[in-house]
Each structure stands twice: as C-alpha cells, then as structure tokens.
C-alpha cells in the first residue's frame, strides 16, 4: 500500500478544523491592521533563495528540495515565502504605487529536516510583510499584529525575544571582532562552525549543537557595535514596545537563520513547544531587495509554523476549531424522505451545517447516530409531521422538544450560533 512520504502527513479532522479556524482568526487580525493577502507559487528558481536566504544557511546548502527543469533551470520548492514576496514586488513594480504595501500570506513551505514533532518536511506558514518602509513604529506595529493574533487566539504564555543586528555600515566591524574571538577556539567548534568562521561569520551564533554554546556564549554582542543610525532605531523601537506595554528580552545572540535580516530580529516561544520551543519569527530586511536586483527597498515581516503552532493551541484549548453538526435531519417512512431533504436544503441555505443520511433508520438508530455525531438538534419528519406541517425539534443537550412549522423551524435554526 502506498503511503505518505517521510516528513509529510495528512492532516484530518478534527485537526483539519483548528488549521482553518486558525487561518480565519489571522485573516480578520491581518484585516484590521489593513493586510491583503498574497498568494506566490509553490516552486521558484532556485537562484531566488540562493541569493536572499543564503548558499551557506542550512535552509539552501542541506535542506532545499530542488530539481531541473525541461529546459535546464534549477527550480525549487519554495523553503520560505519572504523571498517568494518581494520577488513579486518588485516584478510588479509595486513599488511604483504610493504608500506601503502590507501583504499576508497562508500556506505550504517545503525543507528536508529531520521529522520530528511538530517538524515536518512539507509544513505550512502564516505570514506577513510590510514594503516600503523603515521607521521604528512599523516594527513595533508588526510585533503588536503578532501579539494581538496570539491573544486572539487565547495564548497568553509566550516570549518575545528581540535584537537587532545592524546593517552593512556597522556589521563588519562585527564580524572582524566575531573573527578575532573564534580564532583561539575555533578547533573546538563544530566543523559547521568552522566553515562559517571563513564564509559567513554571522551563521555561527545561529548554532545549534551543544557543544559550541558555551564558546559562543563568551563571543562579543551585536549590540555593543551598533552604529548611531542602528542604534537610534533600535532604541525608538524599545520605547514603543515599552509605550505598548510589549515585554520583550533581549537577546544579543539572536541572529534568524536566514541572510537578508538587517537591524530588528525577533521570535516568540512557547515553553509548551520543549526544548524546540520557537513559535514564530520574523525581522527587518532592508537589502533583500537589492540581494534580488532591484532597487532598494525597506521591509520588515515574520512567518509562523503552523504545525507546531496548533500543535501548541491544541494542548491549551483543546475544543478550539471543532465545527460539529447543527442539525441531524431524521426521516421516518420512504414517503418523508423527499420533504425530508427539501428541509435539510433550506437549512444549509441559512447557514447550518446539516446532516441527513440517505438509508431508512427506526428512530432509535437515527437518534443513536446524531448522538455520536454530537449533533446538536435533531429534526423529525415524519409522514404525519408533513401532513400536519408540524414537525419535531430536538435539543440533544437539553433533552428538551418542540413543534414548529415549516417557517418557524427555519426562523429558529436561524438563530442557531456557529452558522456560515
């Protein structure tokens, strides 16, 4: 029998259910801060995320599904959505339209990482962007965007850990003295480490193994070679955090595992998540732009894992995203069965979802089956009931009864919460 392929799944209700009503509460979250959505393909050239995320990250060297095309082109599954947006920005010329542009985006990313809980190969984002714009205020908008989806959402235990990592004017000076630091112990580092001491400096606080943290601990912080401009902006950006009573921690290790971030980094965690407690993230990329060949362009956005993050959501409110039947539509006698299905129609035209099942049942069964259902009411037609255009409504939970007519019974569901 042929299977899913390692890494991937099929995610099924109920579980299916939390996905979308997650994506719901983001899409009317993103709306209020004055968000539209944008929708990229799934597979780009490969040279877009070799250029904008990084041939030395672990993202684009180890874990990028990709394959050539008819004609010779390196295509790529898409690992990451940023890239995939300003791309789109700048083949529009949307920069030639005034004001900034503010997108959100939902679904998959694909990356061969070790499967594990809530890790997946093919998993699935939300994520926003903001283009054209580089002031404080815009970063602590799009922390603030974040903060108020997770309180949407009921969470209310998280972190926000935040940093900035310059720009190309005060950055190198950075990197010489991370240089200088690692030399002496560099023969104690990971060989991924070594490698990036010589290529990509930046990389080796993004570490992970355990037994390069209590060197990297020891390396200088980013912070202390902030130059004014960089500064300024990360100081204004803490005043409005603090104005907006966002607690933060600062973390001066805290580098994204992605190229084009420049200035504000930030992630959120969750000790629910363990030990890979990381929720979401995102920060500013001010030369992304120019990475991709177009002019420059001020951006700032973040990205949520979705798998880890209803993984989370289903362990604090577990109930969250069930969507269970309305009306169970029981039909006795072959006779009732026509106005039977006449009714359960006009009840999902007002919006109830309904059930009705299409082999004759003694009531008993039907009741049984709407029971297991979790149905909340159950309607009863009956050849009697459409002779007398009378028919029973049943409370599952209350247990209680009624008569209604046809017009009655439709003002009643109408009223029913949880409808479309």
Known sequence: MIKTIRGTRDILPPESGLFAYVESVAREVFRRFNFDEIRTPVFEKAELFARSVGEETDIVSKEMYTFTDRDGTALALRPEATASVVRAFLEHQMGNEPGLKRFYYLGPMFRRERPQKGRYRQFFQIGAEVLGGDHPALDAEVIEMVTEYLRCLG?????????????????????????????????????????????????????????????????????????????????????????????????????????????????????????????????????????????????????????????????????????????????????????????????????????????????????????????????????????????????????SQESLSESELLARLSSLPGRL
């Open 155 to 399: 969470i209310q235990e998280f972190s926000l850990l935040l940093n900035s990592i310059g720009d190309r004017q005060c950055r190198p000076a950075f990197l010489q003295a991370l240089r200088v630091a690692a030399e002496p112990v560099k023969e104690k580092l990971c060989e991924n480490c070594r490698r990036r001491l010589v290529t990509n400096p930046l990389r080796i606080l993004d570490c992970k193994e355990e037994s390069c943290q209590p060197y990297i601990d020891q390396f200088p912080s980013i912070l202390d070679f902030l130059c004014a401009a960089c500064g300024a902006h990360f100081e204004k950006l803490r005043a409005l955090l603090d104005e907006r009573g966002l607690r933060y921690q600062l973390t001066p290790r805290m580098v994204r595992g992605l190229d084009y971030y420049t200035r504000t980094t930030f992630e959120i965690t969750s000790d629910l998540l363990g030990a890979q407690n990381s929720l979401l993230g995102g920060g500013r990329y001010d030369g992304l732009s120019e990475m991709l060949g177009g002019p420059p362009v001020k951006g700032i956005g973040f990205a949520i894992g979705l798998d880890r993050f209803v993984l989370v959501l289903s362990q604090i409110r577990p109930a969250l995203g069930e969507d269970p039947v309305q009306l169970f539509v029981a039909w006795l006698g072959p006779k009732a069965f026509s106005k039977a299905y006449e009714l359960t129609q006009k009840c999902r035209q007002t919006g109830v979802r309904c059930v009705i099942e299409f082999e004759e049942l003694k009531l008993k069964k039907a009741l049984s089956n709407a029971d297991r259902m979790k149905a909340g009411h159950v309607l009863i037609v009956g050849e009697d009931e459409i002779a007398r255009n009378s028919f029973q409504l049943k409370d599952m939970k209350a247990g």
